[in-house]
């Protein structure tokens, strides 16, 4: 039976860990991400124009019914919808953001504009920039149970080798990933041609490399968005990526469902057994598959299993599992077993969606202290 305020053992024990490992001042260094870039407008949706507070839509499932209803009716719908906020979105971005914080050195390669927007630069002027292209623009709308994502991909959708090699340089790319500690790459589903690249990666800019990353952090996003030939591709190069580097793969609940079918051609009811589905599909160092109440790392080592209470009162949802991989990867340059990384994961995930913004390492080390105190 696990001690009071946890909901199993391994959980106690995985945050026991993840306190004793856990450095009280981060590394720092350089870390990398890469290849794409969005403008994230944050909405709420109402029932009709300038509904009120008390009006709006609070579920993805009103959402639905609204869809279905009007649907079922032969009938268009129209939903008003108001824009709360507005920025820099995409893996590059919240992992670049979120490092940032964490008192880190990022480099973004990605969509950041051409000329780089001035969105970028503001949010990012600290940082190193090189620019693919233009951005995507997603609109994403918030509810208390979950978010609705309309997206344009922009540059992402056609970046393939030769843009990345002509826009960057190999020496650039040398430069930047020598002695960096990370090299972080989203998303399979939004960059068809991934395979390629990483296997350029592979084969023209490691071998350059005196100080490699340490690891290579990759998150697929939504897989059905590509077919399956392309997918296949982009497995093929991340598990060829392997032999140079350390690699993680790490999808949230309803991506990791989708790799297990598709992939492992597993049908199960719950996360552990769906990620250790995709893991086995994989040649990867380790799978995590992450929700709002389990996370579950899967390795040669072992599969564990680390709770999570679901925040009642949210914040802000969209780019939580960006930030939850912001914190699995912290746990991995800083040397911690795999489950502590995985409780730093869901610590700084969820510090995130109850502030709404990215949290510092402070906040971070203070989830983790009081990690049990969400069991209560």
Known sequence: ???????????????????????????????????????????????????????????????????VTSAAAGSSLSISWKRSG???????????????????????????????????????????????????????IEFDDGKFMLMDSGGAATLDWETLRSTVGIDTLIDELGGAKLLGVGYWAMIPELGTILDQLRENVFPELTDPPQHVLLDPANI???????????????????????????????????????????????????????????????????????????????????????????ELTTSAGDHFNAGLSLGLVEGLPEDAAVVLGNALARVFVEMGETPSYDDVVEAVTTYHRQFE
């Open 1 to 67: 039976m696990a001690p009071a305020n946890y909901p199993d053992s391994k959980t106690r024990d995985a945050v026991v860990s993840c306190r004793e490992h856990l450095p009280s001042e981060p590394s720092g260094g350089r870390v990398v991400f890469g290849f794409d870039g969005y403008v994230d407008n944050v909405r709420e949706a109402g029932t009709n124009a300038g509904a009120s507070d008390s009006e709006r839509i609070e579920t993805l499932s009103e959402f639905g019914k609204e869809i």
């Open 86 to 140: 507005q920025r820099t979105g995409g893996h590059v971005s919240h992992l670049s953001r979120a490092y940032q914080n964490l008192g880190f050195d990022p480099t973004l390669v990605g969509m950041c504009g051409d000329p780089v927007l001035d969105i970028f630069e503001q949010e990012f002027e600290s940082c190193t920039i090189h620019s693919l292209g233009d951005p995507g623009v997603t609109d994403a």
């Open 224 to 314: 059905r968005e590509i077919d399956r030939e392309v997918l296949e591709s982009i497995v093929a190069a991340t598990g060829r990526l392997r032999n140079v580097v350390e690699v993680t793969v790490s999808a949230n609940r309803y991506e990791t469902k989708e790799l297990a079918t598709v992939l492992g051609d597993h049908t199960g009811d719950d996360l552990e057994s769906d990620a250790r589905a995709v893991f086995d599909a994989l040649d990867v160092d380790r799978f995590v598959g992450h929700s709002a109440t389990e996370s579950v790392v899967v390795s040669d080592e072992d599969t564990t299993s680390v709770g999570i209470a679901p925040v009642e009162s949210p």
